[in-house]
């Protein structure tokens, strides 16, 4: 590379942008900060302004309650001394008693808001009494009027239950001493008035105490609080408001401050005032105030937006600014800048003609800055001329030595080998450059030592007597590094009548021993956990059972591992993969052959153990996964396994018998609710299970190459007018006689064997020519998608690729999927359901109503109609609660725009049930049974009446797949 070359200037920011860059984070973080300080003031004023109106009402409410008892405690007086009251509970007449009070009644009743009046007489005994009693029977009333009768001195006390209500008790005073008590209440009723007309929300009266016989309704009820709610002032707008602050607080919080939060978009505040407790703290009651300050804070959100703007405004103006003053400047900088590469490249006379003449008479620091630039270009034409002629003399003088130099050199530095000579003696003479680059020494430090000292090691020496030959030495260099150098040693001819010296040739065969090394590791290793691979365990597991050794086999499958690659990546799937494999091998390497099958499989080899302990271990292997973790980003993933367990030779008497039964154990513990782990009872019942699985498995696949499935369907009636043009497609297998089967049976092995995949695309083909046969343009098929298609990436295009093929339009196809499929993994489902619509087709959500959890979903899902789980229809007749659960989905699904279908319609009953809680469709075999397609429409299918082909014996199937399992 030349110099000019190298000092050819890169793109760079220009130095303009850099100030304007560097001014603009600047201003940009100031802009920042005063907005953020901005809203944090205008948060803090706001806060400061609403805990002030709040303890403003507490104070009211507290001097309300004071007014309100002062007054129960004067109409109290007011009665106590109505005339003869005293004289007539002196001598207890109640005729008197009822003449005394009894005008007065109804006046404190309807001006005053009296509730009761209760007279004790000077014995503490209660004398008579009007009005309507507190709902709770506890009050201490008899306790306040021996209270009273002894010191002489009014009384008051607030007391809650049902509701709240004021008590005074006041001495009836005759001829100066006490005849008697005088207890009068009265509800809180106008406090709450004055209370809402003090607040600028709603006001709501919350009593505390014990709920147990308490008339007030349920939704009233705060349990979490222990409380409810005796009266409220906007019930719909302040109830799911203190039902909301019920969960999220407690009182004690919302008493000192107030709470605010969020509900339904709008931004909630709740306060509370707590009023005196009852002398005995049976309740105690609070006056709550709801307030909605939304409007406050999108205001200031508002103010915090618009300060915002102003400063980015000002950023952009002293941006426009700063760029016009710098604009001109650094033009002529940059001009500069472009004239030095050509003063590096040798080019003066261009780099003269580029700068102007200095101005002198205004000169700034850029008019001096071009001054000096043709003052260089003249020095440097000058030095370069200098260089150029001394250059060439040097040069001439360096080409004659490095011949020389290079003819010996060439052939000791150019070899990628070890070269090194000795003399008689065996001390290194000389050592060439790529021997001391790998040492990593000085060859000052090798020179007159030893060849053995230096090149000893430990080695494999295949020389002759002579010395002669090859050998096999293992070198340490400087950085700790081991090699394998293979030395090849020679006679070196040295002066007459001296003894030859030896000429030593190394080649360094490191990566070779460690290629061979890795190939012997490769062989029983899997490369990705480091532990023993299948073919390992196979050979590991014949030579046990031919040496006669009894022992088991535990074959683990880690659960849910698939949901990992999806949602996480195959680099986490293979993270997860390794920390699974260091933690079982740490526990369980030392008991016996762990290995990895491949996919997420593995695979625990126990020679010698038994029943007992191979339980006891696969109940270690889930305490040992249950800790392994994996955090990705937000996600959290966790490690279990479903593990088999077979006995050899209980099992099996060959690797592949044995293989097969611990993987129809591993079924077993993925099928079981109660543990993860599955030891085969039998021998004869493991065999019979995994050829009936694999049986399935075979007949799947010959009736998927045969057609040997038969589609079948059921009409969806419309319930208004009983019209029929929606059917749902059903499959059923047809046996060697041409029976039919049920789907029951053949499912689950598909669904475990991957080949439900193609039984949905079987279906759709055969229900896409049936369409196209019919040729109506109001009849569609509904068809049933299971949960793995939702996962099939090539669906949209295959159902492309058949509509183009049958020439029937996307809209007479509905496809279905199940409510637990759908929620179960949303995001997919909800694309998958999305591209099938943008398609053209229809969509439907099946069994609907099994989780009501998916009701949040329902109306981000893209789905046109709702089929309503059967479950709830068939039992809608006689009971409430599958009405109440049908008419919500029936309700919820119009809100949605979205129809819904009844599943399971057996009976005429039902039917104005469906059509009163607006349910467009039913289907079941009161509306109409299965039958043929071809029976349906009239025309006679081209795959009916074939019988599939005669099945191969079970044990044959078995074998050959687990051969072929073994071999791949």
């Known amino acids: 590379m ?96 009822l003449e005394s009070l009894g005008p007065q009644w109804s006046t404190l009743q309807l001006e005053s808001g009296v509730d009761e009046i209760l007279l004790f007489d000077a014995d503490g005994r209660l004398a008579a009494e009007w009005g309507t009693p507190q709902a709770e029977n506890g009050r201490p009333v008899q306790q306040w009027a021996r209270r009273v009768i002894e010191t002489e001195t009014p009384l008051t006390a607030l007391r809650c239950s049902s509701d709240c209500r004021q008590y005074a008790a006041v001495p009836v005073l005759m001829a100066g001493s006490s005849s008697g008590v005088v207890i009068l209440s009265r509800s809180l009723a106008d406090l709450m008035r004055q209370a809402h007309q003090i607040a600028e929300g709603n006001v709501a009266l919350l009593v505390t105490g014990d709920l147990q016989d308490s ?23 302040s109830l799911p408001v203190l039902q909301r602050a019920a969960q999220v607080t407690t009182l004690g919080e919302i008493t000192t401050s107030p709470s605010r939060f969020r509900l339904s978009g709008r ?120 260089v150029r002629s001394r250059g060439e003399q040097l040069a001439q003088r360096v080409d004659e030595l490095a011949h020389e130099r290079d003819f010996i050199g060439s052939l000791l530095d150019t070899a990628r080998v070890f070269i090194v ?35 000893g090691g430990q080695r494999q020496s295949l020389a002759g007597s002579d010395g002669k030959g090859q050998e096999e030495r293992n070198l340490t260099t400087a950085d700790g590094k081991q090699h394998t ?72 499958d880690l659960d849910q591992f698939k949901d990992v690659n999806e949602l996480s990546g ?60 994996l955090d990705v980003g937000d996600r959290r993933h966790r490690a279990g396994a479903s593990i088999g367990i077979a006995l050899f030779p209980v099992h099996g008497d060959n690797a592949i018998d044995l293989m097969a039964c611990a993987d129809m154990a591993m079924y077993k513990a993925k099928a079981s609710s109660s543990q993860r782990w599955h030891l085969l009872s039998t021998l004869a019942a493991a065999r019979g299970e ?52 049920s789907p029951g049976a053949f499912i689950p092995a598909a669904e475990r064997s991957g080949q439900i995949l193609q039984i949905d695309r079987w279906v759709i083909r055969h229900a896409l020519q049936a369409l196209a046969r019919i040729n109506a343009s109001n009849v569609s098929l509904a068809i049933n998608l299971s949960g793995q298609s939702l996962h099939d990436d090539g669906l949209t295009q295959y159902l492309a690729s058949e509509f183009c093929s049958s020439g029937v339009a996307p809209r007479h196809l509905i496809l279905e999927v199940t409510e637990t499929a759908a929620v179960t993994d949303f995001s997919t489902a909800r694309g998958v359901l999305q591209s099938l619509r943008e398609l053209g087709c229809r969509t439907a959500l099946d069994d609907f109503g099994v989780g009501f959890s998916s009701f949040h979903y329902l109306g981000q899902l893209p789905v046109d109609y709702i089929k309503i789980d059967g479950s709830f229809i068939r039992n809608l007749a006689h009971d409430a609660n599958s009405r109440v659960i049908v008419k919500a989905i029936a309700d919820i699904a119009n809100g949605f725009g979205k129809q819904a279908i009844a599943e399971f319609v057996d009976q ?24 043929r397609v071809a029976d349906a429409f009239g025309y006679l299918s081209s795959s009916r009446g074939r019988i599939m082909s005669s099945r191969p014996t079970t044990r044959q199937l078995a074998r050959k797949r687990w051969n072929a399992h073994f071999q791949s």
Not at 917 to 928: M, S
């Open 485 to 556: 150098i293979a030395w090849y040693h020679a006679s070196l001819p040295g002066n007459p009548g001296e003894p030859d010296g030896r000429i030593s040739v190394g080649l360094d065969i490191t990566e070779r021993k460690t290629a061979e090394a890795r190939l012997t590791w490769l062989a029983e290793r899997d490369p990705l956990t480091g532990l023993y691979n299948r073919r390992f365990l196979k050979e590991a597991l014949d030579g046990a059972i031919t040496q006669g050794h009894s022992g088991a086999l535990l074959l683990l």
């Open 421 to 455: 000579t000795q003399d008689p003696d065996g001390r290194i003479t000389l050592v060439n450059d790529y021997a001391l680059s790998v040492m990593g020494v000085s060859e000052t430090l090798l020179l007159k030592r030893l060849f053995d000292d230096v090149f």
């Open 690 to 741: 995994l050829q009936e699985r694999v049986y399935w498995e075979e007949r799947t696949h010959h009736a998927l190459e045969e057609d040997g499935f038969e589609l079948m369907v059921q009409p969806i009636v419309r319930l208004e007018d009983r019209d029929i043009r929606h059917y749902e497609v059903l499959l059923r297998m047809r046996d060697e006689t041409g029976q039919l089967i």
């Open 215 to 237: 008339q007030i309704p349920p939704e009233r009820q705060l349990p979490r609080w222990e409380g409810q709610l005796v009266s409220l002032t906007g019930q719909e707008q």
């Open 267 to 386: 931004d909630m505040e709740l306060s509370a005032v707590r009023m005196e407790d009852d002398g005995d703290r049976r309740s105690t009651g609070y006056v709550l105030f709801t307030n909605d300050i939304t409007d406050q804070i999108q205001a200031i959100r508002q103010d915090t937006r618009t300060l915002t703007m102003v400063g980015l405004g000002g950023w952009v103006a002293a941006e426009l600014l700063l760029l016009a003053i710098l604009l001109s400047p650094m033009a002529r900088l940059r001009r500069i800048s472009g004239i030095l590469p050509n003063l590096a490249r040798g080019e003066f006379a261009q780099a003269r003609a580029a700068v102007p003449p200095p101005d002198t008479r205004l000169a700034d620091e850029i008019d001096i800055l071009e001054g000096a630039t043709l003052r260089l270009a003249d020095q440097l034409e000058t030095l370069e001329g200098e």
């Open 908 to 931: 005429e009953a039902l039917l104005p049930i469906l059509s009163d809680y607006g349910i467009a469709y039913g289907q079941g075999f009161h509306l109409g049974k299965p039958r």
């Open 570 to 629: 195959h680099q986490a799937g293979d993270q997860l993969l390794r920390k699974v494999a260091t933690v079982l091998g740490e526990e369980l390497g030392h008991r016996g052959t762990l290995a990895r099958l491949g996919g997420d499989e593995f695979a625990l080899l126990l020679v010698g153990a038994g029943e007992t302990l191979a339980t006891r271990i696969a109940q270690q292997v889930n305490q040992i996964l249950a800790t392994v973790l």
């Open 2 to 97: 030349s110099p000019a070359s190298r000092l050819t200037p890169r793109h760079r920011l220009s130095l303009t942008w850099r100030v304007i860059a560097l001014s603009s984070l600047l201003v940009l973080g100031l802009v920042l900060a005063f907005s953020w300080v901005g809203h944090a003031n205008l948060t803090r004023q706001f806060e400061e302004s609403r805990n002030e109106s709040a303890s403003r009402q507490a104070g009211e409410i507290r001097l309300a309650v004071e007014r309100s008892a002062e007054g129960v405690r004067q109409l109290a007086s007011l009665v106590a001394a109505t005339q003869g009251l005293g004289a007539a509970l002196t001598r207890r007449t109640g005729e008197e008693l």
